[in-house]
């Protein structure tokens, strides 16, 4: 999958855009607000995107152990309230912390250096199919088995409107 | 500062040889170029005393920095005028190429508009326009075909088109230019890969195991694709954007066609009623016998040829040297491509596992 422009970088260009080209073109007030507006919830997009993985898995982990902790302070306590609180404390209490995500830069780092060879593997096979060894084809059928499926995602993925180009149609 | 409309008409006042320039009207942005900043307008001009207009383009170069073809005008603007001289193709006159960044500020030239429909989406929206989308075809595959038997010295006498990128492309012979070329595209990788790109990269590759027969270079137009026809009624009126045109193999004409067609949602290919269609109208005027493989073969080349420099102006964009949009929405070329190359390529598709007996 392509990790450039990464998602941050095409909203900030988007923004950029608005800025540059769309505010200077803007002559009611009203739509001078409308883009105060959109620039502000891009913003907003871009803060979510940076932090809403690590924050919901973080806090689902903080809510699991407050559970646990619930049950525990109330003890012996007596009443239905308290069997339902001892009782989140059995079901959700007890559930698994989930593993804290990769950062996207560095994920982004380790999947880029892996890509980054399937280039010098690229060469090396075609090394090999000119010099006659049939083996080679067979594996560069396999790389192009991975390109196949990993390019199929890229256009579900990053595409919309296949087919079409702004301002030419 | 001047307007740009103000600086047309200055420009053409001293210059204008057909009676007496009067004014500039209709000056408009042109939208849906987007490898030169385009505006349309007209020259007004009294001829013994009476009013005339001649409708006009002016057609600029963008910052080399955010260029997605960066080529000369001059180089456009003598193709246009040899093109009107020794062969019958629609194409518009130019009038002038000014490389002195002083008059509009970055080079540019002023050429010819042809009134018509620039939409060959139009042409394909329903089954009433099919017949007018054959004649269109048809007139389309003749000019190609013209153009590319034209003896390339007549075009190219003075070799201004053999290697116009200044990449190191060698023309005396088909295959030292398909090499060399190959070899540009090779060495090229390093200033395009925004991101890694291993389709791309096994292309060139493919395109050198894989050399098919040579034909005899032509001067080509470089990047014919359906937004560059100009038609009415029927007509094809002219053929436009002739920045890329170079001495290169007939056939990338055809694929790069092609290849666009699937983006720009035309159908020119299968809208001829001959056998074996467009590619076999193309055939029986040239002689050239073109194999769908080869098509295919050329499709990539000539995508790797046209994009390549596309692609590079969105790594100067993604590396922050320069900040338009347009280079990230063209991002879908890139991708729209290699998906297609998958194909063109013959990609295998992943076996599915085998249960377990």
């Known amino acids: ?169 | 500062m001047h307007s740009l409309r103000e600086r047309v008409y200055q420009y053409l006042i001293s210059r204008w040889s057909d009676g007496q320039l009067t004014a500039i009207e209709d000056f408009e942005v042109l939208l849906g170029g987007y490898s030169k900043d385009t505006f349309k307008f007209d020259a007004v001009f009294d001829r013994a005393g009476q009013s005339l207009r001649s409708h006009l383009i002016l057609r600029r170069d963008t910052p080399p920095v955010t260029a997605i073809l960066n080529n000369s005008r001059e180089r456009e603007h003598i193709l246009l005028n040899r093109l009107r001289e020794h062969t019958k193709l629609q194409v518009p006159r130019s009038y002038f190429a000014e490389l002195d960044s002083g008059p509009f500020e970055r080079p540019a030239m002023i050429i010819e508009r042809i009134l018509g429909c620039t939409e060959p989406t139009s042409l394909f929206k329903s089954a009433a326009t099919s017949p007018e989308a054959e004649s269109v075809a048809r007139q389309l595959c003749e000019q190609l075909a013209a153009l590319h038997t034209t003896d390339a010295r007549l075009l190219n006498a003075d070799g201004l088109f053999n290697d116009p990128k200044g990449v190191g492309v060698r023309c005396d012979t088909w295959d030292h230019y398909i090499d060399t070329m190959i070899a540009y595209f090779i060495k090229h990788y390093d200033q395009i890969d925004f991101d890694v790109l291993p389709v791309l990269y096994d292309s060139y590759l493919h395109l050198r195991r894989n050399k098919p027969r040579p034909l005899p270079l032509a001067v080509v137009h470089g990047e014919l694709n359906p937004s560059n026809l100009v038609f009415q009624d029927g007509k094809l009126l002219s053929i436009v954007d002739w920045e890329n045109a170079h001495l290169g193999d007939p056939r990338e004409d055809l694929g790069w066609f092609r290849f666009m067609e699937a983006t720009s949602g035309t159908n020119f290919f299968n809208s001829i009623n001959y056998p074996g269609g467009f590619l076999g109208y193309y055939n029986h005027l040239t002689g050239y016998d073109i194999t769908p493989e080869e098509l295919n073969y050329f499709q990539i080349f000539g995508f790797n040829n046209v994009a390549d420099q596309a692609i590079a102006s969105i790594k100067r964009r993604l590396t922050g040297q320069h900040k338009e949009l347009l280079h990230l929405y063209l991002l879908r070329i890139v991708i729209g491509g290699t998906m297609a190359f998958t194909q063109l390529l013959g990609y295998p598709a992943p076996q599915p596992a085998t249960p377990p007996a």
């Open chain 1, 1 to 169: 999958m392509y990790t450039k422009p990464s998602i941050v970088e095409t909203i900030r260009a988007v923004m950029t855009s608005l800025s540059q080209d769309i505010a200077p073109e803007l002559s009611s007030s009203r739509s001078q607000v409308c883009l105060l507006m959109a620039q502000s919830l891009l913003q907003s997009a871009i803060q979510r995107v940076e932090a809403e993985h690590a924050i919901l898995i973080a806090e689902h982990n903080e809510m699991v152990a407050l559970y646990q902790g619930l049950a525990t302070e109330l003890g012996e306590c007596s009443g239905a309230a308290a069997e339902r609180i001892r009782a989140r404390g059995q079901s959700f209490g007890q559930r698994p912390p989930l593993p804290a995500p990769v950062p996207a830069g560095e994920l982004a780092t380790a999947h880029h250096s892996l890509s980054q060879e399937l280039i010098h593997t690229l060469s090396d096979l075609d090394e090999l199919i000119r010099d006659g060894d049939s083996r080679a084809t067979a594996a560069l059928a396999q790389v192009r088995q991975h390109l196949l499926v990993r390019t199929a995602r890229d256009f579900q993925t990053h595409l919309v409107n296949p087919g079409s180009l702004a301002g030419r149609d």
